[in-house]
């Protein structure tokens, strides 16, 4: 699948690679376990039946910051996202418009393109649709169900027989993953939140309420794929991401990353999911970024309270405020977006940009060594735009001694993604 295009950051000069990031599945501050010239990046991608939110882009503008912090040390970084572009959403918006949902799955994803292009979100190396990648797919759940960690479930109903689900406990007997290893939640939450994400706990001929479905038979009007033993079907949500990481990182790759809404089920079985393949865990670390209110609620597609990237720049928002307005808050809190936020986010690009006319123009490597030190402590985004806040009202620490380097612009956008001319 066709990614989008983002400028190559300039080349800066090379900082310490000093990062610390809270890693979900341990809950401790720790570095995330990249090489010292090499790094590896999935973060999940979207469901294309609607346009980017606010949540989204805080998602990917986050995980983008890590890219360039890495990059920043001299890092080079492998970086895959897909696209679940056929999935129980997507078709059920598809039959409430009338639209068929290759189209809409074609014309939301351009949309998405349009709006990380606009906001400086570096594109990925490997952007993979789940109908890319549906083979592959296939070929992980047969073998699954070789190794007994998966098991067929008759048909309900009037429903087919062959749903395929995946046996947690005898993949807890099997391999080294354990339930809630990934999640670090217990039992009573895992519970609570599977129906409320897409698990169906009740589902008759289930080993477990917790088992996540593997493949999905056929059902009359629904798209389906000839996949050999398992017959005409579809993925579940899961195992995508595990085999689309897979094909295209290394075994672990660094950081898997997403909303704190994935950490379960999505991110606990695709990492249940790889294991139980190859018997090596999918991620060294496990980052999520906080959820995004619109109005007193989180926002959300099925609450429809949204504001959307593509509406904002629709109305002559300058994308480098908006994203301003998305680092204004650490990656991992919640928050509200409001007016008054994207209102300050314009003032203090505003005050960036007439610094660069000023006399401390050039102190970039003085800016750059202190973004990148705020950036070490669990990508602390707010902190760094002080640095530049600072460096606007002339009173960041060792501006007096600012020699030759990259000019400040360079760095902000480097390091950043925030493009001030």
């Not at 898997?256 to 994935?262: A, I, K, N, T």
């Amino acid at each position: 699948m066709k990614s989008w295009s983002t400028p190559t950051p300039a080349p800066l000069p090379a900082c310490p690679d000093r990062l610390r990031v809270h890693d979900t599945a341990t809950g401790r501050l720790r570095h995330p376990g990249n090489g010292p010239d090499r790094a590896s990046l999935y973060v999940c991608g979207i469901t294309p039946y609607d346009a980017t939110h606010l949540g989204h882009a805080t998602t990917y503008v986050s995980f983008d910051l890590l890219q360039r912090y890495w990059r920043a040390c001299g890092i080079a970084v492998t970086y895959t996202q897909n696209v679940t572009d056929v999935d129980d959403p997507l078709l059920e918006r598809a039959e409430a418009t009338g639209v068929d949902w290759r189209e809409l799955a074609r014309e939301q994803t351009d949309l998405f393109r349009a709006d990380m292009e606009a906001l400086e979100v570096l594109a990925p190396d490997h952007y993979v649709g789940v109908t890319e990648a549906v083979g592959l797919v296939a070929e992980a759940v047969a073998g699954l169900i070789a190794a007994g960690l998966a098991y067929r479930v008759p048909g309900t109903a009037g429903e087919p027989d062959g749903d395929v689900y995946f046996d947690l406990r005898a993949a807890e007997r099997a391999t080294d993953w354990r339930l809630g290893s990934v999640s670090a939640m217990d039992a009573a939450t895992m519970a609570a939140v599977f129906p409320e994400r897409g698990g169906d706990p009740d589902r008759p001929g289930k080993r477990d309420r917790l088992d996540p479905l593997l493949w999905r038979v056929e059902r009359p009007g629904e798209p389906a794929w000839e996949a050999g033993t398992l017959g005409r079907g579809r993925p579940g949500w899961h195992i995508e991401c595990s085999v689309i990481a897979r094909e295209h990182l290394p075994a672990p790759f660094t950081v898997q990353g997403g909303g704190s809404d994935l950490r379960f089920p999505h991110h606990e079985f695709s990492a249940a999911h790889a294991t139980a393949v190859d018997g090596r865990p999918l991620a060294l670390t496990y980052l999520h970024s906080g959820m995004v209110a619109l109005d007193g609620r989180k926002m959300s597609k099925s609450l429809g309270n949204l504001e959307l990237v593509s509406r904002l720049r629709a109305r002559g928002e300058e994308p480098v405020a908006v994203r301003a307005a998305v680092l204004a808050h650490h990656y991992r809190s919640d928050w509200e977006w409001t007016e008054q936020g994207l209102e300050e986010a314009r003032r203090r690009v505003a005050a960036w940009r007439a610094a660069l006319t000023g006399p401390h123009a050039g102190a970039g490597t003085v800016v750059l060594e202190a973004a990148h030190r705020a950036l070490s402590e669990d990508l602390d985004a707010p902190a760094a735009l002080r640095v530049l806040d600072d460096w606007a009202a002339g009173t960041l620490p060792g501006l007096e001694r600012a020699g030759d380097g990259p000019d400040v612009a360079t760095v902000a956008h480097a390091l950043l993604g925030l493009r001030l001319r």
